[in-house]
């Protein structure tokens, strides 16, 4: 028999890469490490019209609603498109206002365009070993006791659904869902498969599903990767900018000046929850690091011989209390702490144009006070970390706290308007009555 080990390649390919396993239930998906997964778009108030009052109301009331604990990880996404263009021609009663129009589509084609963007969340969820559920299930009686698969499945859309109430509040938001053929049972558009497919392709478009939804990473991954410093998905040529040096001090829409950005892009955000035990020990550590660079070793040895230290380190000083304040924090319950990512991805057909995008991208969010990097080395795991329910690739390491998420995140939005006219007078799906470029 004839050896064909030689033509087996062991080498990973985008599948292997991809966390995403089988779709369980209306838009909720089941990843390869077991965790649940769902979705929403959502839409947030406008920046401009609001006040400072609002921003922080707003902010305080994401806090809590996305006060969660370990075994949970937040992807909040921001998605900039070209917005639609001008209206396609329509019937007009004279030529004058033909002519009108068209001397209006001239000037507003030649014009820059425009961009809008949508927003996505989505919500991974790890449940806890079928250890703790056994115990759980025999301290409870009086519960029918399904398997741990159902279990865990009710329990994370009965939470969902708790979250997406919480948010309904000041937010525009809905889940994504599976639209069935009534006459087949087939599904004909999953939202959140069409959504995980635009993360991987960078390209939108409905995604239908077979019969047997499993096996989403070979479904969802048959581009081909490229991998090196500048990655290439198909023929698109990724640049990844990963966002860090925050500043001291966070406000509500700090990063709101990246909706303005007339480039096309998806900012992914990563939150990966802890629980405040948990916490408190990974700040109880950098307390300690920081609490030994106070006084030098000389001092320590002029103080144990009865002297007085001759000076202290007041920047280590201040970060020890800053670190005390925020293990008091994690233990009063009022915020929670978990290991914050942030990546801007670029796509372009051209390697060239997408570096130099990168750059110019670069160049506006340092103006802001924040550091940037375009990723080399460790391109490809921020391209995999930026991708819903992938909890592993490209974790960085300092905590923040919901709070301060809650003015990282792009919960702040520029109104575009809607792109039809919904008058009831009008016939289903008529354009706008006008098209204009305003700001403020």
């Not at 649940?36 to 609002?54: I, K």
């Not at 993360?199 to 077979?210: E, G």
């Amino acid at each position: 028999m004839r050896a064909l080990k030689e033509f087996r390649s062991k080498a990973y390919g985008l599948p292997d890469l991809l966390p995403w396993a089988a779709l369980v239930d209306n838009g909720i998906v089941l990843n390869k490490n077991g965790s649940l997964m769902a979705g929403f778009y959502y839409t947030g108030p406008d920046l401009d019209s609001s006040t400072n009052a609002e921003l922080a109301a707003m902010s305080n009331r994401i806090n809590s609603a996305l006060s969660m604990g370990d075994g949970w990880v937040l992807n909040c996404d921001a998605i900039r498109i070209p917005a639609p263009g001008y209206a396609p021609e329509g019937s007009f009663p004279d030529r004058t206002t033909r002519l009108i129009d068209a001397v209006r589509r001239v000037r507003f084609e030649s014009a820059d365009a425009g961009y809008t963007s949508r927003f996505v969340l989505t919500l991974t969820f790890f449940p806890p070993p079928d250890a703790a559920t056994k115990m759980g299930d025999f301290l409870i009686d009086g519960e029918d006791k399904g398997s741990p698969g159902s279990n865990n499945l009710q329990r994370f859309k009965e939470r969902i659904k708790e979250i997406q109430g919480r948010l309904s509040g000041f937010l525009k938001i809905r889940r994504m869902e599976d639209h069935v053929d009534e006459n087949t049972g087939e599904i004909i558009n999953s939202e959140i498969l069409q959504y995980l497919e635009y993360c991987v392709s960078f390209r939108n478009r409905p995604f239908r599903l077979s019969m047997v939804p499993m096996y989403l990473d070979a479904v969802l991954g048959r581009h081909e990767l490229i991998t090196g410093f500048n990655p290439q998905i198909g023929n698109l040529h990724i640049a990844a900018l990963a966002i860090e040096g925050f500043p001291a001090m966070s406000s509500p829409g700090i990063l709101d000046f990246l909706s303005r950005l007339p480039v096309s892009y998806r900012w992914s955000n990563r939150f990966i929850y802890l629980d405040p035990q948990d916490a408190e020990k990974q700040l109880n550590r950098y307390r300690s690091r920081w609490s030994q660079k106070r006084k030098s070793a000389l001092n320590v040895v002029r103080e144990s011989q009865g002297g007085q230290a001759t000076h202290i380190n007041i920047h280590a000083d201040q970060q020890t209390n800053d670190t005390v304040v925020a293990m008091a924090e994690a233990s009063s319950g009022e915020v929670r702490f978990g290991y914050y990512t942030s990546v801007i991805l670029l796509a372009h057909e051209s390697e060239k144009v997408v570096l130099d995008i990168a750059r110019d991208v670069q160049k506006v969010i340092e103006n802001h006070g924040f550091g940037v990097r375009i990723e080399d080395v460790n391109a490809v795991e921020a391209l995999m970390g930026a991708m819903p329910g992938n909890t592993y690739a490209n974790v960085r390491r300092p905590l923040i706290h919901t709070l301060n998420l809650a003015h990282l995140l792009p919960f702040t939005n520029v109104w575009a308007g809607p792109d039809e006219n919904a008058c009831p007078f009008y016939p289903p799906h008529s354009p706008v009555l006008m098209r204009a470029n305003t700001e403020g």
